[in-house]
């Protein structure tokens, strides 16, 4: 590996070390007021208004029905309060079931050196108790990315359940997860 990819490899790891330490911050918590259903692309895709109401479901549930409409998705971890790196898992306000998934159209390149659930490798589903805190979350994650363009990601809100999916996707690629989370 060149010493200039190798730097980047670090600063990227870093950056995620970043994102996950701030998981947990009080702002995180607080219910935004906002729509509870809306999409955003804080990597640059078009946000748009959902019309499906999200059910009840498990983040498993909903990345059952999420894979049936994108085949190059693939479930990758189902994660529990022992193995969230996040420690948000069953919190006040944060998600109370989360998945990590793969995308096989990001190339393995641009993941290299990355933890093998990170959301950079295709995304991840996180479901809430509410639409406000799963908004909230959205906001939070956002507003640590958006001076950390390398961490990008794009959100899509369905009442209580956010989908996050990697940068690495181009705005079409990633807008096969929103339409599918609308069909849901």
Same mark, same amino acid.
């Given at each position: 590996m060149s010493k200039t990819r190798l730097t980047a490899v670090a @600063?990227?790891?870093? @950056?995620?070390? %970043? %994102? @996950?330490?701030?998981?947990?911050?009080?702002? &995180?918590?607080?219910?935004?007021? @906002? &729509? &509870?259903?809306?999409?955003t692309a804080s990597a640059g895709g078009e946000g748009s208004k959902s019309t499906s109401p999200a059910k009840s479901a498990t983040s498993r549930e909903v990345f059952t029905d999420l894979s049936g409409g994108v085949a190059a998705a693939k479930l990758n971890t189902v994660v529990t309060a022992e193995n969230d790196p996040n420690k948000l898992l069953g919190r006040p306000h944060q998600y109370s079931s989360k998945v990590t998934f793969t995308d096989s159209r990001i190339a393995a390149s641009d993941v290299e050196g990355l933890d093998k659930d990170d959301t950079l490798r295709g995304g991840a589903v996180e479901v809430f108790e509410s639409a406000e805190d799963a908004k909230a979350r959205a906001d939070y994650i956002e507003s640590v990315t958006k001076s950390l363009p390398m961490l990008a990601e794009y959100h899509y809100l369905s009442g209580p359940v956010l989908v996050r999916v990697s940068h690495y996707l181009t705005p079409q690629q990633a807008g096969e997860y929103k339409a599918a989370l609308d069909r849901g």
């Open positions: @600063a990227v790891v870093a @950056a995620v070390g %970043l %994102l @996950a330490a701030c998981g947990g911050s009080d702002d &995180s918590s607080k219910p935004a007021a @906002a &729509s &509870s259903r809306s999409a």
